[in-house]
């Protein structure tokens, strides 16, 4: 008869201290990668709506919608853009949190429960990869922030040509600082900023209405602003660019449907951080998309472009503030925004996967440390070098990528092992039951193929033939539901690694 390994209480379940001194020499095991206890699951309902509001609240949340209007897309439009791919990504959002909150298990240690022991590595560091990817562009306009601030003190600082990269190692050396000291300054910084990330979007609309007004055209003007056709039909047509913008705005928070498990595991109960997440994200994304529309619009009015389009870096605001204590003002706001999105969203995340890799040599720490130096080789200042190269170059080539793991870890979690998770075993070797085939799920890696290839391969290689430039638009559903259905019919004679009621009651304690 199994031995008790965890135990339940209120739905949530923890390993016993048996356990955990039993896996103590496991080298797939170690402080950082341990599910929490229940002691530790003390993120509220305001913890998490803070967290989300601190990783949406950010510039590039504004430039998904800019970024649509600079390819001709209304103000209006844009903004339906973002909120309906809002929307739909909160859905794998939410169904992969819930591993996180019942086991307290962080995302490296959910993905063996699929890939396998070994094979988790692949999710982890594809999503750790991409996540220095963002880290990268965070940092690139966070450093556009430090050079602001800078040249309030010292103004031919902003002339010099390296100002800029200046600027980039220096937020980027800052946040490595913050995110190694670990769960708790993260929450702390999360929950004290978002009052701060609330006034700096009122403060960017602000400052677009009245560089509109400035130029003669009010409020109406800017939001009732019209298709551009003749933008539009030079980038693709409209129903191209739209969905390549819903999907690359679902693509936006792929990254956080894969790990999402590494901060929904500190939420209280389910309730906290369902609800959490609904109120937190949502509402302050369509926020963002619609002053990050009337931005983009109000440059294009005011011709701060020379051939009069609309401009979709919102970090350009800070060079036309009128005094020196306001840009002082609202270059901290800024710094604090991409901060707290950085942090949690880009180097956590890559910090743990480093981690997953070599346990008992890779600590948290280091793995934030290699996150910051692989986010210097993307070269933000080309990823971020315009709204096509963003949208279409970056998001939906990464976003078709993740997607079909999404997929999968929902479809293995809730069809496959009816959310029974045998805890100790996703921190042993091969007597565990998550080893599969030496440590690799094959299936899980055939399915995740199988998802991304097609769209992958219409977004590089065969970008100009209609059909795969079509699938690639619509990367990210695609391979999701590829996917998921590949997993599910591949697995079905699979059943080594599931876990019965029965099983789960008797490892149990209640």
Known sequence: MSKCTQKERSGLYELTDAARAELIDSKYYN???APTSLSERNWSTYHIAALWIGMSVCLPSFAMASSLVGLGLSPWLAVLNVALGNIIVLIPIQLNSHAGTKYGIPFPVFARMTFGIVGAHIPALSRAVTACGWNAIQSWIGGAAVVSLVAVFVPSFRDLGSAQYIGFFVFLAFVCWIAARG???????????????????????????????GEGFGFGDVIQATTNYAAVNSNGGLIYIFLGGLTANIAFWATMALNIPD????AVNQKAQFRGQLYGMPLAMAICAFVGAFFAQATALARIAE??????????ALQYLPYPALTFVVSVGVLVATITTDIAANVVAPANGFSNISPKRITYALGVIISCIIAVAYQPWHIFGGPGAYIFDWLNVYGGILAPIAAIFIADYYIIKKRNVDVMALYQGAEGRYWYQGGWNVRAIIAWVCGFILPTLGSTLLANN?????????GYIFGFVVGLIVYIIL????TGSFISNEEEAAITER
């Open 31 to 33: 402080k950082d990668l």
């Open 183 to 213: 769960a708790r300054a993260i929450r702390m910084l999360e929950a004290i900023s978002a009052p701060v990330l609330i006034a700096l979007t009122i403060g960017l609309f602000i400052w677009s209405l009245l560089l509109a007004h």
């Open 263 to 266: 901060f929904s595991r500190y």
């Open 307 to 316: 051939d009069g389009s609309p401009i979709f870096d919102p970090t350009v």
């Open 466 to 474: 209609a059909a795969f430039s079509w699938i690639a638009a619509n």
């Open 491 to 494: 697995m079905k004679s699979e």
